[in-house]
């Protein structure tokens, strides 16, 4: 059973924008701390952002003013809009969901299969 799809994932040049989204067919989404994370070739996954039930966020600092983190209740759905974006933020790119959120992933149950997102220079 497939809990988190991702999507809007691609190629786009330096500067261009992407927005991702994360469908999830969780029955407490509402109540769960959403999370995006991303894993580039040979490193390790890294925390993006996340944000509480209410919409409250919180971005790691390579995403703080290029990045929004945004949800719908009412849709299951977390988005990830990305502008002005940069080489180094090609990655696989992972939505996350638990009732713990923050920016560990132990803080998350669920994962989705990932997106990618390449940009070039």
């Known amino acids: 059973q497939v809990l988190l799809v991702e999507s809007g994932g691609g190629l786009v040049q330096a500067g261009g924008s992407l927005r991702l989204s994360c469908a999830a067919s969780?029955?407490?989404?509402?109540?769960?701390?959403m999370g995006w994370f991303r894993q580039a070739p040979g490193k390790e996954r890294e925390f993006v952002a996340t944000?509480?039930?209410?919409?409250?966020?919180t971005y790691a600092d390579s995403a703080k003013g290029r990045f929004t983190i945004s949800r719908d209740n009412a849709k299951r759905t977390v988005y990830l809009q990305m502008n002005s974006l940069k080489p180094e933020d090609t990655a696989v790119y992972y939505c996350a969901a638990g009732p713990m959120g923050g920016s560990y992933d132990g803080g998350y149950d669920y994962w989705g299969q990932g997106t990618q997102v390449s940009v070039s220079s």
């Open positions: 969780l029955r407490t989404f509402s109540t769960l701390r």
């Open positions: 944000i509480g039930w209410s919409g409250v966020s």
